[in-house]
């Protein structure tokens, strides 16, 4: 049985379920790289140029970490635009090319162009199993049972499972959805940000736990309804966002903003992402207009904790202040 | 009615015939220097690129002179560039400006959504006529052609100089005549006079054999505009290089107008070598170009490549991590040097870079190392 490579960065923590199961329907056993840790992020930064972002970084680590385990195939998508009119970030679609010119002694790159405004998913699942050397039957059938999955992968995130928990769920084979204990707290936390940044414990320096010890819910963007975004969110009259990551950040904001349940935003993102540096302008603006306490963190290499630690305790601690007041006044 | 656009180098002069040619007035905000530079970083979002910040300011400079019709190119493509006019018009509205920015929508020039904004400009009627629409968009090309030719002749001509600025004062006087040249006789007849200007200055004793070649490219506000790039291309041409550009406006526009083979074939170039990394789509930016042009000079023969962009740019740090590869691998025998530039302004750090860059060039050109 031929192994595929599932680098654990980036889109894997959007569409682990999606990939894993169409691989494994096309008869491929699938490997991930190991959670990402110091030794990852040194391995990547021999390859990667210093300016890049972190995931970029992280990226190249753990395609060396798959390298070393001796996969057949490299799985390396060019995700170009998931809905119509859009568009990821630059380097999101010059992922394969810059990988190729930068890792020598690849193994077989299989590479997966999805361009929703040039043509649906599921061709492009087809070209993968036809490249694969399967047929387009089993290749479309294939990426239907990943759908399958990848649909009760986002039910369960939308449950109020963190990202680990509903990777692990999404693979039984039930399709209830089992109810889960929910943390009681007096507080919740929005952490806001790209899915590799939120869900990665190892970029965020484990935001997510440590909000909990601080007695606080976090609650992330997955955690969300599914229905929350209509089309593309408005910048001004005449400008509609055109990045399809930012998409999801500015809809959810907006609801939060709307709907009024969280007492507080934690914008993640990281260091030099050029979306992120406006699209954190605008949501500046915005939480100041509709009053809501906002704070973005920032995340590099940077390995020392107590920087995030403080700035994170003093946000949560502001709130609860925020919250006596009112209620005195 | 007074109508402000920001800088972008030299290029001034094809904007404000574009306000002059509709009918409105144009404001000109002083060319980009430190002090007016400051307002705009006051107000920018902290890692945003530079050009943001750069236009921002002049943006700013002309509100407080009194202006309020701003105008400022977009481009809808995956790069920042987009959202430029939308978060500015955010920004100076918070400043208690009641202002909108005027977009030119340049994703596409063939979907002729320009016409509007030309019309939107000047409301008098005599103007909005398609006859002058044409005539415009005619001397906006052709006063962007006399640019880019007296660009290209500077810095062909600036290693060869005598007499210590000449050549930045030829430029200076040619950028001048082509902003009051108003006819179409007077713009032909200076596309002859300016490779004569060019030509009379007077040479030094340095031969062609000698004097290496660096093609400069990247992202096009940097590369063009002087200040943001600390007059690189001066720099260069006073070390003794023969400095080529890779941009120009004029580039950009017929690019945009469909009717560029020269990038066409730079993306030939690099969509040619898929198979080593170089990029198959335009990611915004000039990065497809920029990797083209590499392969391009390469071939040609050029001495050195110089690529500037601003610091956390998407598209040209992708371009610059290709490139880097190549050369670490010997895939093209052609050394390049990158630059990015934010608001930083000590210029020390960047001579001597480019000291030592251009001290290799020499001795790789005269069979040293």
Redesign the interface.
């Known amino acids: 049985m031929k192994t595929i490579g599932i680098p654990r960065s980036l889109l894997y923590y959007k569409y682990f379920p999606l990939w894993k199961t169409f691989f494994q329907e096309l008869g491929l056993r699938v490997v991930t790289s190991d959670m990402s840790d110091n030794s990852i992020l040194e391995n990547g930064n021999r390859y990667?140029?210093d300016?890049?972002c972190i995931p970029l970084k992280l990226y190249y680590g753990h395609l060396e970490n798959l390298i070393k385990k001796g996969v057949d195939y490299v799985f390396v998508p060019r995700y170009?635009s998931t809905s119509f009119g859009t568009?990821?970030?630059?380097?999101f679609?010059?992922l394969p090319?810059?990988?190729?010119?930068?890792v020598?002694e690849l193994p077989t790159l299989i590479e997966m162009t999805v361009d929703l405004r040039k043509k649906p998913e599921f061709v492009s699942a087809m070209e993968v199993g036809i490249k694969l050397g399967k047929s387009r039957i089993h290749a479309i059938r294939a990426f239907l049972q990943a759908m399958k999955t990848q649909k009760r992968f986002l039910a369960l995130m939308e449950h109020g499972y963190t990202f680990h928990e509903a990777v692990r769920c999404s693979e039984l084979s039930t399709s209830s959805i089992p109810q889960r204990k929910e943390q009681v707290a007096d507080m919740a936390i929005a952490v806001i940000g790209h899915a590799y940044n939120v869900h990665d414990s190892f970029i965020n320096m484990d935001i997510l736990k440590k909000l909990k010890e601080l007695g606080v819910k976090p609650v992330v963007l997955e955690n969300l309804p599914a229905n929350i975004s209509n089309g593309r969110s408005i910048?001004?009259?005449?400008?509609l966002n055109?990045?399809g990551n930012e998409e999801e950040i500015i809809s959810a904001m907006n609801y939060l903003f709307r709907e009024r349940k969280i007492d507080g935003i934690v914008f993640l993102c990281s260091?030099?992402c050029?979306?992120d540096?406006?699209i954190?302008?605008?949501l500046t603006?915005e939480s100041k207009k509709n009053n809501v306490p906002y704070i973005c963190i920032v995340l590099d290499e940077h390995s020392g904790q107590s920087g995030m630690v403080t700035r994170i305790e003093a946000f949560v601690d502001m709130i609860t202040r925020k919250s006596r007041f009112v209620e005195v006044t | 009615m007074m109508v402000a656009f920001p800088h972008m180098g030299n290029n001034w002069p094809a904007f404000k015939a574009l306000c002059e040619c509709m009918g409105a007035q144009a404001f000109l905000p002083q060319a980009n220097n430190d002090r007016q530079i400051k307002c705009g970083l006051r107000e920018s979002?902290?890692?945003?690129?530079f050009p943001f910040k750069a236009t921002l300011s002049n943006l700013l400079e002309a509100l407080e002179a009194g202006t309020r019709t701003l105008l400022m190119p977009?481009d809808?493509?995956?790069?920042?560039f987009?959202?430029y006019?939308?978060?500015q018009?955010?920004?100076l509205r918070?400043l208690g400006y009641k202002v909108?920015v005027k977009?030119l929508p340049q994703g596409d020039l063939l979907t002729f959504e320009w016409v509007t904004f030309l019309r939107s400009i000047c409301r008098d009627r005599r103007y909005s006529g398609i006859g002058n629409i044409i005539r415009t968009a005619r001397i906006f090309l052709m006063k962007a052609f006399l640019i880019k030719l007296a660009e290209e002749c500077e810095g062909m001509t600036r290693c060869y100089e005598r007499h210590h600025g000449d050549t930045t004062s030829v430029l200076k006087q040619c950028i001048a005549s082509i902003d009051s040249a108003r006819t179409f006789g007077q713009l032909r007849r200076l596309k002859v006079k300016i490779p004569g200007v060019f030509a009379n200055i007077k040479r030094n004793s340095r031969s062609r054999q000698d004097v290496p070649v660096v093609g400069m490219t990247g992202e096009i506000f940097m590369t063009l505009d002087s200040f943001a790039n600390h007059d690189l291309k001066r720099k260069l041409g006073e070390m003794g290089c023969e400095v080529r550009m890779g941009v120009s406006l004029y580039d950009w526009v017929t690019h945009k107008l469909h009717i560029n083979f020269h990038r066409k074939y730079l993306e030939y170039l690099s969509r040619k070598h898929?198979?080593?990394?170089?990029?198959?789509?335009d990611?915004?930016?000039e990065?497809l170009w920029v990797v083209g042009e590499y392969i391009d000079w390469a071939r040609r023969g050029f001495d050195g490549f110089v690529h500037v962009y601003p610091?956390?740019?998407?598209?040209e740090?992708?371009a610059?991590?290709?490139i880097?590869?190549?050369y670490e691998?010997r895939v093209f025998d052609f050394p390049p040097l990158f630059l990015?530039f934010d608001e930083h302004s000590g210029e020390t750090g960047l001579i001597t870079r480019l000291e030592a860059y251009v001290d290799l060039l020499k001795m790789r050109k005269n069979k040293k190392i």
């Not at chain 1, 090319?97 to 930068?102: A, E, R």
């Open positions: 990667a140029i300016e890049i170009v568009y990821m970030c630059p380097k679609l010059a090319d810059m990988i190729k010119g930068t020598s910048i001004n009259d005449t400008l055109y990045w260091f030099c050029g979306p540096s406006l954190d302008e605008i603006r | 979002p902290e890692w945003v690129c977009t809808c493509g995956p790069c920042r987009g959202f006019y939308a978060v018009e955010r920004i918070d909108s977009h898929k198979r080593i990394g170089g990029l198959t789509m990611i915004g930016g990065a610091f956390t740019c998407m598209p740090i992708t610059k991590s290709i880097m590869k190549w691998d990015g």
